[in-house]
Every structure is written in C-alpha cells, then in structure tokens.
T-cell receptor, first 115, second 114 residues
Framework: AQSVTQLDSQVPVFEEAPVELRCNYS??????LFWYVQYPNQGLQLLLK??????LVKGINGFEAEFNKSQTSFHLRKPSVHISDTAEYFC?????????????FGKGTHLIIQP | DTEVTQTPKHLVMGMTNKKSLKCEQH?????MYWYKQKAKKPPELMFV???????INESVPSRFSPECPNSSLLNLHLHALQPEDSALYLC?????????????FGPGTRLTVL
C-alpha cells in the first residue's frame, strides 16, 4: 500500500518570493512520483515527474522537485512565484511495476500568492 | 493530439435518472481511468481499464457502471445516484508499461445529483 502526505494544506507566499511545497510518501515497493496542479474548475495538469535517474527534476512553469529516497520526500520548489501560480497542488505516487496503476494523491496544498 | 476530452462539462440529474459520462483520447494510450473528486479533496480512483479490460474496481457501488467500448473511449453509466455522489468526475489516460506512466487528465464532468 502507498500513501502520500502533504502536511501544508495552505501556503501563502508573496509574489516573486520563493516557495517550497512539501511531500512525503510511504510505500513498500518502488514508486514513481508526480506533482500535478489544478486550477479552479479544471482538470489536473502534470508539472513534473520522477521515474529514475537524476534526483533533481525540472518541470513546466519554472517548477522543480528533488527526490530524496532516504527521507522519502519529493518537495516541489519554485524560486520566484507569480500571481498565476495560485492553484491547488497535488503530490501523487504510483507503483513502478509497469502495469496500469491508479495514482494515490496527497490531500493537496493550496498555494496562495499575495501581491 | 495530447488531449483528453470529457462530455458533458456539467450534468444535473435526479436520483431516478440514467445518464452517461463520456471520455475520449487519441494518444494511443491503452490504460484509462475514472476518478471522483469531492470539493476541496484529492481525486480518488474508481476504475482502471487496461487494454479495454477492467483491471481495478475500487469497491465502487454498482450504481456506477464503467464501459470501455474501444481503446479511445471510456464511459461511466450512472443510475439511481444519491446526492452524495455529486462531485467532479475526472477521466485520465496513460501508456501501459514502465516507460511513461504519467496520466493525462481531462477537464472533468461536474455532476450534481438532486
């Protein structure tokens, strides 16, 4: 069984400031890790993914995340946020076994950008 | 084409109605998924189809009936729903295998059950 913990339900940040959204996971098997963003009344858009290899992964819209196996973490960062980054961010995990596997999501972090 | 489309965008139905949600993708993906998302909650997996066969059913009530008529289409048939079934229903698709497991999501159908 897998689980994902996003401890921060809401993160307020001033525009142009850096931000980090935290994600920790638990799994008994190897996993793939993802960050998705959801804007109001929309579906989910993939920001970035970790499958294997380099632990620092870069995604769209200037976001990056670092996989830390020893700490079972996959924190999302952006050096300078914009008002348009206001959205809900979900960390997710899936089994890396190769079959079609559903995603297990964290509870989400609402990023609020203040002008 | 990297898009997953869902129809309708909004649906209001009574508890005695029968309706269907539709999902379509033309990315050649052989896995398709239904998720349910309540307000201010994460998506929860309902069903997974792999190569047009139902591979995962997360103990979903029988008033939800999925169907995958071909590799591009996924339906969710609804019958005798309850008000607590009101939610955003998201469809997703992905490749099968270890190469590219990310799921592509549609915009969702917002369902209201009266």
């Amino acid at each position: 069984a897998q689980s994902v913990t996003q401890l921060d339900s809401q993160v307020p940040v001033f525009e142009e400031a850096p931000v980090e959204l935290r994600c920790n996971y638990s799994s008994s098997v190897s996993v793939y890790l993802f960050w998705y963003v959801q804007y109001p009344n929309q579906g989910l858009q993939l920001l970035l993914k970790y499958l294997s290899g380099s632990t620092l992964v870069k995604g769209i819209n200037g976001f990056e995340a670092e996989f830390n196996k020893s700490q079972t973490s996959f924190h999302l960062r952006k050096p300078s946020v914009h008002i348009s980054d206001t959205a809900e961010y979900f960390c997710a995990v899936s089994d890396s076994g190769g079959g079609a596997d559903g995603l297990t999501f964290g509870k989400g972090t609402h990023l609020i950008i203040q002008p | 084409d990297t898009e997953v489309t869902q129809t309708p965008k909004h649906l209001v139905m009574g508890m005695t109605n029968k309706k269907s949600l539709k999902c379509e993708q033309h990315m050649g993906h052989r896995a398709m998924y239904w998720y349910k998302q309540k307000a201010k909650k994460p998506p929860e997996l309902m069903f997974v189809y792999s190569y047009e066969k139902l591979s995962i059913n997360e103990s979903v009530p029988s008033r939800f009936s999925p169907e995958c008529p071909n590799s591009s289409l996924l339906n969710l048939h609804l019958h005798a729903l309850q008000p607590e079934d009101s939610a955003l229903y998201l469809c997703a698709s992905s490749q099968v295998g270890q190469g590219a497991p990310e799921q592509f999501f549609g915009p969702g159908t917002r369902l209201t059950v009266l």
